[in-house]
């Protein structure tokens, strides 16, 4: 199963879109599950205050972990470039990075978390979008390879 499976599988299963991506590609990154779980856990939702999609957020979790080294100077750029580029490339396909623009509704209100339920967009918009980040971090983790 592909890690873009494995995204979409977590989260079908109930972890919220970042636990779903980083938690794809942490054990290959020398974390382990458990502790990725928790690390991702506050980034769901926009980090719950209608920020940033929380697939890219557990993306950019995953590339951090892929890009960094022991030089946090150096690698610091290299970081800051492979989160550049995600973000290109995820606006792109999905159309967005910030979670209301996502989802088309505002999950900071009652209204807005009753209308991701009653139209199923957890399902029709946040899955492609984890099934986006993860395709993207995978196919940037092979490019370096």
Avoid: N
Wanted: a negative charge.
């Amino acid at each position: 199963m592909s890690r873009i499976d494995d995204a979409a599988r977590l989260f079908t299963d109930g972890a919220s879109c970042s636990q779903a991506v980083f938690v794809a590609f942490a054990p290959s990154l020398g974390v382990d599950t458990a502790q990725a779980l928790k690390f991702a856990s506050g980034f769901g939702g926009g980090m719950h205050i209608g920020g940033t999609c929380g697939a890219a957020t557990g993306a950019v979790l995953a590339l951090g972990l892929a890009y960094a080294g022991d030089d946090s100077a150096s690698d610091r750029h290299a970081v800051m470039g492979a989160v550049e580029t995600f973000f290109a490339r995820f606006g792109e396909q999905v159309g967005a990075t910030e979670c209301p623009a996502v989802l088309e509704c505002d999950v900071r209100t009652a209204e807005g978390r009753a209308l991701v339920r009653e139209q199923g967009l957890r399902e029709k918009r946040c899955l492609p979008a984890v099934r986006a980040a993860a395709q993207i971090v995978e196919e940037m983790l092979v490019a370096d390879d």
